[in-house]
């Protein structure tokens, strides 16, 4: 008898072990992965994971004035809109091309935050310096990988090479197509009817690529005599 209630006890130790054992198992099938890449935890009374992924774009412009810099705002702000990317700050430096009071009301009045550095402190914006520095990084791999600065002036074709690489980061984020041509490959472009000085001229003309043209379904290339062409398609040689 003694050693049937010294079993019975062993078996209930047991059963209380498996019942633990199978409320783990049910509390671990609550468990979840957390998602790849960088992300931010909210606090726990949002309760929620957001994954956050930093896009480099440059949209070179002709001078720094004020109109000039408040219209490159809003082109990044309506492209960013139109890929359901909601705004809720902008941060500069204290340039007049981006902090003046037009941009700010315009941002204001859009929802957005614009804050600025103390001035004359490139150290506190060190991710915005940083973007400069990759955009020239890329930019100069552009010109010179493509040796189409050979016979031309670099410092006027290096916009072309800036919006080339933008159009690249901007693929990679969003998921867009690519530019399905090298920056500075040989392609034939069409010309139009109206550049023809003779009947007999040709239709096609050499050029080398210099990426899509910003805001529309286009492309450009400089020709041989140092022309800028442009054409809804290219194609290379």
Known sequence: RALSVHDDRDQGGAQEEADQ???EEEEEDFSFEPL????RVEPDDVARTVQRRRVYFWIPVRDKKATTGLE???TVVAMLQNEGVAIKRF???RGTEMFNTSSRRWLLARGILPTTTIGDDPQSNGRAEAAVGHAKRRVR????ASKVTEGYDAKALWPHAATMAAAI??????G??????AFGATVAVRTKEFERRDALDARVTKAQYL???PLTNGHGAITEDGTYVTASTMNRI
């Open 21 to 23: 054992e199978e409320e």
């Open 176 to 181: 867009t197509t690519l530019p399905k041509i």
């Open 211 to 213: 990426g899509p043209v």
């Open 141 to 144: 791999t552009l010109l010179h």
């Open 91 to 93: 941060h500069s430096d």
């Open 72 to 74: 490159s705002i809003q």
């Open 36 to 39: 790849p890449g960088p992300t």
């Open 169 to 174: 980061e901007w693929s990679r984020a969003f």
